[in-house]
């Protein structure tokens, strides 16, 4: 078979390099890719929905999988099915679960589904004399796609202000800043939640703890994740049971039957569990409806069933006959960001702000081959080496029977990388 990734960062390098395990691929294409990615699969130059559609049909792609949620929303879905071309995503219209956070917001409560108590503004007036009547701490969020930084947590009603002046005024997330969805803070356990999703039938994965702050002791900015381990301490199999019946199951019931949204792909659900008199509520913070990324780089290597079989599953609305099988062992990802350097006109403060791009990488080839390594944002430079071209750059990741145990392994292995300004989390993991 032949199979095309859409994508170019560390989750999208993860999907291709476990499609390029399944014996029944011949050959891995991944649009557009990066430097690293190009070592386990051919790049493809195709940025926008409609190349990439052209060169699935001249290449005769057997099955396309979508790494980000960008394409999704754009469409990608809806265009290849329609010329035919097998593909694994929900359609533009699911995508609004992703795109939207005020519009489904407004969907989970009409469902029933446990959500945080909010409130939708397009006028930034409104939302500041909200946050100022309900006085308690609040999350405020971006309607529309931010990379995974447009929800801004505050523990005041001044931060409240200045988030919404930041989101809606300054527009520091350009259009995704017309409207907010102003979040009750709820304090419990965070955990992200993935299931294979046909449009009918469920299949949960395993779950991962990511690190959205850019600092240990979760402190700094919120980012697109600074790195995961799996499987999840928390999840037991009674939890699985409770996220299935209160949240998953009835909100692909309920898009189906009420919105007209068929959602077939993966799921992930970004839940707060919170607990009274010993009855734990999953309260959906976020839908997401693709892998996360640096989840998948700790799901992905866990899962013994070829992801071919699964994603056959999900076209032929078979999964419910489905029952992947997963290695028990630690996963734990580390991620290297390009950090705070001197550029030519002051300091650059480094992801998730302005960083420096094209600075030459060190050391990855003394990584110990038992690790794997997958390239969120390198090129080749000029010399054959690699140098960086993104926010977050590379991520190990480890494998150990204990937690303990593959975060040292992790640990030790990044060391040996280094270019000018990297950064990573060495709390990830830590009991
Ligand atoms: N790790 C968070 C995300 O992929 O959205």
Redesign the pocket.
């Given at each position: 078979m032949k199979i095309l990734v859409i994508g170019s960062g560390g989750?999208d390098h993860a999907i291709a390099w476990k499609f390029k395990r399944s014996p029944r691929v011949k050959q891995v294409f991944v649009a557009h890719g990066n430097g690293g990615i190009s070592e386990t699969a051919t790049c493809v130059n195709a940025k926008s929905i409609e190349e990439m559609a052209d060169f699935a049909r001249k290449e005769r792609i057997d099955l396309t999988f979508v790494g980000p949620e960008k394409p999704l929303s754009a469409g990608i879905v809806d265009l290849f099915q329609g010329q035919g071309l097998p593909i694994i995503g929900p359609d533009k219209r699911t995508s609004r679960l992703e795109s939207s956070k005020c519009d489904t917001k407004v969907m989970l409560r009409e469902l029933g589904i446990p959500i945080p108590e909010f409130a939708v503004f397009s006028d930034p007036e409104e939302a500041r004399s909200y946050v100022r009547r309900v006085g308690y701490p609040v999350v405020v969020k971006a309607d529309g796609l931010a990379a995974?930084k447009g929800s801004l947590v505050c523990s005041s009603v001044e931060e409240a202000e200045k988030a919404i002046q930041e989101i809606m005024v300054e527009r520091v997330f350009g259009e995704a800043g017309t409207r907010v969805d102003i979040e009750k803070r709820l304090f419990g356990r965070e955990l992200?939640f993935f299931c294979f999703c046909d449009g009918y039938s469920l299949v949960p994965m395993v779950a991962a703890q990511?690190y959205?702050r850019a600092r240990e002791n979760d402190e700094g900015k919120n980012t697109?994740?600074m790195g995961s381990y799996s499987p999840h301490p928390w999840l037991t199999d009674s939890l699985v049971q409770v996220i299935m019946s209160r949240v998953a199951e009835p909100l692909i019931r309920g898009v189906r039957e009420k919105y007209e949204m068929l959602y077939r792909g993966i799921l992930?659900l970004g839940l707060m569990l919170t607990e009274d008199d010993g009855e734990v509520t999953p309260h959906v913070l976020e839908i997401?409806i693709r892998l996360?990324?640096?989840?998948a780089q700790v799901i992905l290597p866990r899962l013994e069933t070829d992801l071919v079989d699964i994603c056959e599953a999900i076209l032929t609305r078979r999964l419910g006959e489905m029952n992947p099988v997963w290695d028990p062992a630690y996963r734990l990802c580390l991620i290297a960001v390009s950090g705070p350097t001197k550029g030519k006109k002051g300091w650059y403060k480094g992801y998730p702000d302005r960083y420096k791009i094209g600075v030459p990488i060190q050391g990855i080839e003394r990584i110990d081959p038992e690790c794997l390594l997958f390239h969120s944002g390198t090129e080749k430079g000029a010399d054959g080496g690699y140098i960086t071209t993104g926010g977050r750059v590379l991520c190990v990741v480890s494998r150990g029977g204990t937690l303990a145990e593959a975060r040292e392994k992790a640990l030790r292995e990044m060391e040996k990388v280094s270019f000018e300004g990297m950064y990573f989390r060495r709390d990830i993991g830590m009991a």
């Open positions: 989750r995974g992200s990511d959205k697109g994740g992930y997401n996360g990324d640096p989840e």
